[in-house]
């Protein structure tokens, strides 16, 4: 049963499309309506290849109509063109594609704190109100009117100009910045295309963020000992590594860009070093988002864990110190000690470990691993990018300098 607003009767995780972040709103119904929003993998290999159609192939056409598909007396060639090639072959065809696994996986995810018991049955209701307060605010029209706008906006900006345009002039504009009739379709279709993919994308993960912080506001059954070192919030983090493939395409776009400084500007890797860090720490924090929504919740369940078990711990140990380290029963021998004590010294070791993990629970769950597996989508794409502004010779100079 579908849980949208049209469709939002379904009272729990009973069907596959119960909640979908990605399966709704103004621009899906639009595309629903023209057939391009089928469920599963092979409506977005439709929409991936109509979308890649529409922003590439006239490109393709008019440059070769103008001379500049593959040659260019001056400048550059649109087949040299690596901004737009990894722009639209790239990064909008992942994009497309990683939607219906990203929106299985928070689907799950939702599912799990019911599966889990996390959401206890008397909070069921108010977890249920909670989802379809933000599948609501999905379906609002004005968030994605404004991301149109947003999109279209930088069409109006004068040619040549704009984050991540380049100063080559080439197939698409002129040394005078006249855009070409590719340029124009660049311009004013293909480039609000791609903007308007990635800003939905945005837009769905601050919707996942606000779910989660509504959610964590709830009385969840939290356990500040958990063995996930979360509080039983632990298989949230490895959802968000599964979704940083976002971040991957951004960094395919970033990367083309600077590769073109490289090849057609003569920048270096000093020049480019500052966009490619920038890029790397925001699509980081971006993904990082929805975990550190989860902050207030886990710093609540810390201290109270910490008073919790600190008390018990009190209480235990007094009990433990007046029968066992008074001089009438204090055993001869350590072993006899232990063995007259059995499972009472067991119990004060576990009651010592689990203070422990409560001491270690991450108020934000993220550690080096987790952030690591975040990051390294927005790094790979980087890579060829600096190995091409130092060149293989001065690589091989440093790699022999390091080992030196």
């Avoid at 639009?30 to 290849?49: D, H, Q, T, Y």
């Avoid at 500049?68 to 400048?75: I, K, N, V, W």
Wanted: with cysteine; proline share 6%.
């Amino acid at each position: 049963m579908q849980f949208t607003t049209q469709k939002a009767s379904a009272p729990g995780p009973g069907g596959e499309a119960w909640f979908s972040l990605i399966r709704g709103g103004p621009i899906y119904l639009f595309l629903r309506r023209i057939g391009l929003a089928a469920p599963g993998w092979r409506g977005a290999a439709l929409l991936c290849a109509v979308l890649v159609a529409v922003c590439f192939l006239p490109l393709v056409i008019l440059s070769a109509m103008d001379g500049t598909l593959l040659a260019r007396q001056a400048g550059m060639p649109l087949a040299g063109d690596v901004a737009t090639l990894c722009r639209f072959l790239i990064a909008l065809p992942a994009l497309v594609l990683i939607a219906p696994d990203s929106d299985a996986l928070s689907r799950r995810a939702l599912a799990h704190f019911l599966d889990a018991g996390l959401v206890q049955a008397e909070g069921r209701q108010a977890f249920m109100q909670i989802v379809k307060g933000v599948v609501r605010l999905r379906d609002t029209v004005w968030p994605e009117l404004l991301l149109v706008v947003v999109a279209f906006l930088p069409a109006l900006l004068p040619p040549g100009t704009g984050p991540l345009v380049g100063t080559v002039a080439g197939w698409s504009f002129d040394a005078d910045y006249s855009l070409t009739p590719a340029g124009m379709w660049l311009q004013f279709v293909a480039k609000p295309i791609w903007l308007l993919v990635a800003l939905l994308w945005i837009w769905r993960l601050v919707l996942w963020a606000l779910l989660l912080r509504r959610i964590t506001r709830l009385d969840l059954a939290l356990h500040a000992a958990h063995p996930d070192g979360a509080g039983g919030l632990g298989f949230l983090p490895a959802l968000q590594q599964r979704l940083s493939k976002f971040s991957f395409a951004g960094g395919v776009v970033i990367a083309g860009a600077m590769a073109n400084e490289i090849i057609y500007a003569g920048a270096t890797v000093e020049s480019i070093r500052g966009p490619l860090i920038a890029y790397i720490i925001i699509a980081t924090l971006l993904l990082c988002l929805p975990l550190f929504v989860l902050a207030p919740r886990l710093a609540l369940l810390k201290r109270q864990g910490l008073f919790a078990y600190g008390a018990l711990g009190d209480a235990y140990l007094r009990a433990f110190e007046a029968k066992w380290l008074r001089p009438a029963r204090r055993p001869a021998t350590e072993s006899e000690a232990l063995g007259e004590m059995g499972g009472e010294y067991g119990t004060l070791t576990d009651l010592n470990q689990a203070y422990a993990v409560v001491q270690n629970l991450s108020i934000v769950p993220v550690n080096r691993y987790v952030l690591a597996g975040i990051a390294l989508p927005a790094v790979l794409p980087m890579v060829p990018v600096v190995l091409l502004a130092l060149g293989v010779q001065e690589l091989i100079t440093r790699l022999f300098s390091l080992l030196g």
